[in-house]
Structure formats: C-alpha cells, structure tokens
C-alpha cells in the first residue's frame, strides 16, 4: 500500500489583503501524478512555493516525505526536484557543466551527464553554451537539471508551455518515466489537455481554494456528458450536425433512426473537456 508522499492540511498564504491560498487541504500518494490545474493567479505557484520550502506557511501545515515543510524545508529540498517555468540556467555555461554543478551541490556521485542529457532529447549538444539553445531544448534541460539527484517527488510548474510538439512529447516520456519509477509528480498546469493526458488525478484549484479534485474519468462522469455527434448530408448538399446522448434509454432508438432517414457522412463519440468542467464547476475558463 503507497504511502502520502504530500499532505496538506489547510494550508493558508496571503499577499497582504489578498488570500493566494486559501484553506487547502489534500494528499498525493507516492508513485502518483496530481495534475493541479487552474488559471493564472489562482493559487498553484504559491502552493508550490510552500511545498518546496520558499515561503513558510501562514496556516495549516504541509507533510513532504512525512516531514513538516516549515521546519524541515532543508531535508525536504535534498529529496525534491524542482522545474519552473521560468528558465533559470547559467547561460554562459554548457548543458554538462550544469548539471554537474548541481549534482556537486546534492552531493551525487558518481553522476553521469551525458546519460542524463541523452535522456532528454540532447545527446550531441552536451557541450554547447546554453545560450546558444532553443526555448524546447532549455526547458528539456531544466528538466533533466530536476532530475539530477534522482528525486523523490518531482514539482513541474507548465513543463511543456509554448513548446514546440516534438519538445514537449520529449518531457511528457520522462515525466511517465518517473512515475514509472517510483517518483510522485505534481504537476501545475492551465493546459487541461495536458493534465489530463499525464495525471492519475486532478485538482481544480480557483480563487485560492480547490473546487473539485478526482481522477479525470470520474470528473468527466460526474459532471460531463456522453454524446454521438454526426454530420449529415441535407437534401441542398450542406452539412448538419445532430447530437444524440449516449446514456438515454431512447439512445439505441435515436442511432437506429438517424442511419435510417439520414445520409450520415461522419460520426464519432464525445464527451466533455476537463475544461469544460472546470468552466462549470468554477463559473470561469482558464483565461
């Protein structure tokens, strides 16, 4: 039975008058990816602020590894990983030498860089400045800088925003890989799409406060719906779309009777976004 790698029991920031974080409480499981998820400004870089030891909680209290984050920030940060979204690379330096800078400040050996950079997508320009790196190929070394002191929990804050596809599927692969593993990921995010491709579970987190937290199969039962949509041909030759639900005891009916008056060109299952059930859940979309 996996223990809680993270347990946050009302959890509490403010900005003078305003409440970044308001009163959160929940766990992450070792081995498990939480996708938390919400709009600029709605609390996610602050939470994670507190659970890697950069601001000290104004209430409640946060367990990392089952060790108080504002006593223990130190022990805590020797067992973490941590990518920002907002590259911070020595830029004058190459890919190697950062990161065996960092494996001397954790204490690593031996350490294997090449193996490492390989591993992201960098094989070959190990020993170029990272000034000379495109924003795809210095987000992938942030990660791998994460990645240095093989940790236990890894914090991911918009991992793959504005990449490129090749880029960001590169990240995606380590990111299930240290999972895989045995690491726990919490994974900040405004990319639904991207949650819910990588996260077992999901936190919807909304003026300071979570809305709703699940996996994203029973988010979408509870609160989506199921539907066929076809398009149709019309006599004038235009296209029309129909849109049959997919859990009404008339469902099996609906389908017989569209293919038996209509000339149905396409038809294909939908079901609802993890944003359109945050829009409904929180009254507001992730702009």
Do not use: W
Request: hydrophobic share 40%; aromatic share 6%; charged share 30%.
């Amino acid at each position: 039975m996996s223990q809680d790698a993270i347990v946050v029991e009302d959890l509490t920031y403010r900005y003078g008058q305003l409440t970044a974080v308001d009163r959160i409480s929940f766990k992450v499981a070792e081995g498990e990816i939480l996708g938390f998820l919400g709009p600029n400004g709605a609390g996610k870089s602050t939470t994670v602020k507190v659970l890697t030891g950069q601001i000290r909680p104004q209430g409640g209290r946060a367990l990392v590894l089952g060790l108080d984050i504002a006593t223990d920030s130190k022990r805590v940060q020797s067992e973490i990983g941590v990518c920002f979204e907002t590259t911070n690379l020595y830029e004058q330096m190459s890919a190697e030498e950062n990161l065996r800078l960092f494996a001397r400040l954790f204490g690593v050996k031996p350490f294997d860089s090449s193996a490492l950079l390989q591993r992201v997508g960098l094989a070959g320009r190990e020993s170029d400045r990272v000034e000379r790196y495109s924003k795809g190929m210095k987000q992938r070394l942030m990660v791998a800088r994460a990645l240095v002191n093989r940790p236990r929990i890894l914090f991911l804050d918009e991992p793959t925003d504005g990449l490129d596809p090749a880029s960001a599927e590169v990240i995606r692969g380590v990111i299930l890989e240290e999972r895989a593993r045995g690491a726990t990921v919490f994974l900040t995010t405004h990319d639904m799409m991207e949650a819910d491709k990588l996260s077992d579970r999901v936190a919807f987190i909304n003026q300071g406060r979570i809305a709703a937290l699940d996996t994203p199969h029973n988010l979408k039962q509870q609160y989506g719906k199921r539907a066929l949509r076809a398009e149709v041909a019309s006599p004038d030759g235009s296209l029309a779309s129909r849109e049959i639900p997919m859990d009404s005891p008339e469902t099996a009916r609906a389908i017989e009777d569209l293919f038996e008056h209509e000339r149905v060109i396409t038809v294909h299952s939908e079901e609802a976004t993890l944003e359109d059930i945050f829009i409904r859940i929180t009254g507001r979309g992730l702009v």
